[in-house]
Nanobody
Framework: QVQLVESGGGLVQPGGSLRLSCAASGTIFSINTMGWYRQAPGKQRELVAAITSGGSTNYADSVKGRFTISRDNAKNTVYLQMNSLKPEDTAVYYC?????????????WGQGTQVTVSS
Protein backbone atom coordinates (compact mmCIF):
# COMPACT_ATOMS: atom_id res chain seq x y z
CA GLN A 1 0.00 0.00 0.00
CA VAL A 2 1.36 3.41 -0.99
CA GLN A 3 1.56 6.17 1.61
CA LEU A 4 2.51 9.82 1.18
CA VAL A 5 4.35 11.62 3.97
CA GLU A 6 4.65 15.41 3.82
CA SER A 7 7.06 17.58 5.76
CA GLY A 8 8.58 21.06 5.76
CA GLY A 9 5.68 23.37 6.51
CA GLY A 10 5.80 26.06 9.14
CA LEU A 11 5.63 29.75 9.99
CA VAL A 12 7.90 32.18 8.15
CA GLN A 13 8.16 35.92 7.64
CA PRO A 14 7.56 37.55 4.26
CA GLY A 15 10.59 37.09 2.05
CA GLY A 16 11.56 33.87 3.78
CA SER A 17 11.91 30.38 2.38
CA LEU A 18 10.59 26.90 3.02
CA ARG A 19 11.21 23.55 1.38
CA LEU A 20 8.37 21.05 1.32
CA SER A 21 8.96 17.34 0.81
CA CYS A 22 6.56 14.53 0.00
CA ALA A 23 7.78 10.95 -0.04
CA ALA A 24 5.85 7.98 -1.36
CA SER A 25 6.49 4.59 0.16
CA GLY A 26 5.10 1.12 -0.30
CA THR A 27 4.49 -1.07 -3.30
CA ILE A 28 4.75 1.16 -6.36
CA PHE A 29 4.73 -0.07 -9.93
CA SER A 30 4.85 3.32 -11.59
CA ILE A 31 4.48 7.03 -10.88
CA ASN A 32 3.94 9.71 -13.49
CA THR A 33 2.96 13.29 -12.64
CA MET A 34 3.61 14.60 -9.14
CA GLY A 35 2.45 17.94 -7.89
CA TRP A 36 1.61 20.39 -5.15
CA TYR A 37 -1.74 22.02 -4.47
CA ARG A 38 -2.79 24.51 -1.85
CA GLN A 39 -6.01 25.55 -0.20
CA ALA A 40 -6.60 28.69 1.81
CA PRO A 41 -9.57 29.01 4.20
CA GLY A 42 -12.80 29.46 2.26
CA LYS A 43 -11.05 28.98 -1.07
CA GLN A 44 -10.91 26.23 -3.66
CA ARG A 45 -7.92 23.96 -3.83
CA GLU A 46 -5.60 25.15 -6.59
CA LEU A 47 -2.64 23.73 -8.45
CA VAL A 48 0.65 25.31 -7.42
CA ALA A 49 3.16 23.27 -9.41
CA ALA A 50 3.44 19.94 -11.18
CA ILE A 51 6.23 17.86 -12.64
CA THR A 52 6.01 14.95 -15.07
CA SER A 53 8.03 11.76 -15.01
CA GLY A 54 10.25 13.30 -17.69
CA GLY A 55 10.90 16.43 -15.68
CA SER A 56 8.61 18.89 -17.44
CA THR A 57 7.15 21.46 -15.05
CA ASN A 58 4.34 23.95 -14.86
CA TYR A 59 3.49 26.56 -12.25
CA ALA A 60 0.66 28.78 -11.23
CA ASP A 61 1.28 32.32 -12.43
CA SER A 62 1.30 33.56 -8.85
CA VAL A 63 4.39 31.51 -7.94
CA LYS A 64 6.46 31.65 -11.11
CA GLY A 65 9.99 32.78 -10.44
CA ARG A 66 9.66 32.11 -6.71
CA PHE A 67 8.84 28.40 -6.37
CA THR A 68 10.67 25.42 -7.85
CA ILE A 69 9.31 21.89 -8.04
CA SER A 70 11.66 18.94 -8.38
CA ARG A 71 11.62 15.19 -7.93
CA ASP A 72 13.94 12.36 -7.04
CA ASN A 73 12.62 9.23 -8.70
CA ALA A 74 15.03 6.96 -6.83
CA LYS A 75 13.52 8.20 -3.57
CA ASN A 76 9.95 8.56 -4.88
CA THR A 77 9.96 12.07 -3.50
CA VAL A 78 8.72 15.42 -4.78
CA TYR A 79 9.94 18.74 -3.42
CA LEU A 80 8.73 22.31 -3.49
CA GLN A 81 11.31 24.99 -2.82
CA MET A 82 9.49 28.19 -1.90
CA ASN A 83 11.44 31.44 -1.90
CA SER A 84 10.41 35.07 -1.48
CA LEU A 85 7.29 33.97 0.34
CA LYS A 86 4.34 36.34 0.53
CA PRO A 87 1.38 36.46 2.94
CA GLU A 88 -0.90 35.36 0.11
CA ASP A 89 1.03 32.07 -0.03
CA THR A 90 -0.51 31.13 3.31
CA ALA A 91 -2.45 27.89 2.87
CA VAL A 92 -2.46 24.19 3.53
CA TYR A 93 -0.24 22.55 0.94
CA TYR A 94 -1.05 19.08 -0.36
CA CYS A 95 1.13 16.81 -2.44
CA UNK A 96 -0.31 14.50 -5.06
CA UNK A 97 1.11 11.59 -7.00
CA UNK A 98 -0.39 9.77 -9.93
CA UNK A 99 0.34 6.08 -9.73
CA UNK A 100 -0.86 2.60 -10.58
CA UNK A 101 -0.26 -1.01 -9.69
CA UNK A 102 -2.31 -2.52 -12.51
CA UNK A 103 -4.89 -0.91 -14.74
CA UNK A 104 -5.64 2.81 -14.92
CA UNK A 105 -3.77 5.61 -13.21
CA UNK A 106 -5.17 7.08 -10.01
CA UNK A 107 -4.24 9.91 -7.69
CA UNK A 108 -2.95 9.70 -4.13
CA TRP A 109 -3.01 12.71 -1.83
CA GLY A 110 -0.94 13.67 1.16
CA GLN A 111 -2.61 14.88 4.34
CA GLY A 112 -1.44 18.46 3.97
CA THR A 113 1.05 20.71 5.70
CA GLN A 114 0.36 24.25 6.90
CA VAL A 115 2.39 27.11 5.48
CA THR A 116 1.88 30.47 7.17
CA VAL A 117 3.60 33.64 5.97
CA SER A 118 3.13 36.51 8.39
CA SER A 119 4.86 39.76 9.22
Amino acid sequence: QVQLVESGGGLVQPGGSLRLSCAASGTIFSINTMGWYRQAPGKQRELVAAITSGGSTNYADSVKGRFTISRDNAKNTVYLQMNSLKPEDTAVYYCKVRTRVVGPWYDLWGQGTQVTVSS
